[in-house]
């Protein structure tokens, strides 16, 4: 974990539809729907109605943030791996805006958003 910057970590295995082991490392995350949402998009993959590097934005009735040309590349890969472009967190008071191109960065260095403080 520590060789590739890794807080925190979980696994298990599953078996015939039932986990069969299971273990956390590392520092726990507050972000408890990330693995619900997780196992959603890759079972929507599994049966093929979702594919990891289609962009989402093809997958939405409008685009929500119509000013971002990133927008259109950012793919549920993306997503999942934190690597989205977007900021962390953002101020109500601003528009949301990508601070670096979809997958340009790891998760880790997308923590460092002093470029996005602009």
């Not at 927008?71 to 900021?87: C, Y």
């Not at 998760?107 to 996005?116: E, F, G, N, Y």
């Amino acid at each position: 974990m520590a060789q590739h910057t890794v807080t925190g970590l979980s696994i298990a295995v599953i078996q015939d539809a039932e986990i069969t082991w299971s273990e956390g490392f590392g520092v726990k995350s507050v972000a408890r729907g990330d693995p619900v949402f997780a196992y959603a998009a890759l079972k929507l993959c599994e049966t093929g109605t979702l594919d990891l590097d289609t962009s989402l934005a093809a997958c939405l009735p409008e685009l929500y943030i119509a000013d971002e040309p990133a927008l259109a590349q950012i793919t549920a890969r993306h997503v999942l791996s934190h690597n989205t472009g977007f900021p962390n967190w953002r101020s109500d008071t601003r528009s949301l805006k990508c601070c670096f191109p979809p997958g340009a960065r790891s998760p880790i260095q997308a923590r460092d958003l002093s470029t996005c403080k602009k």
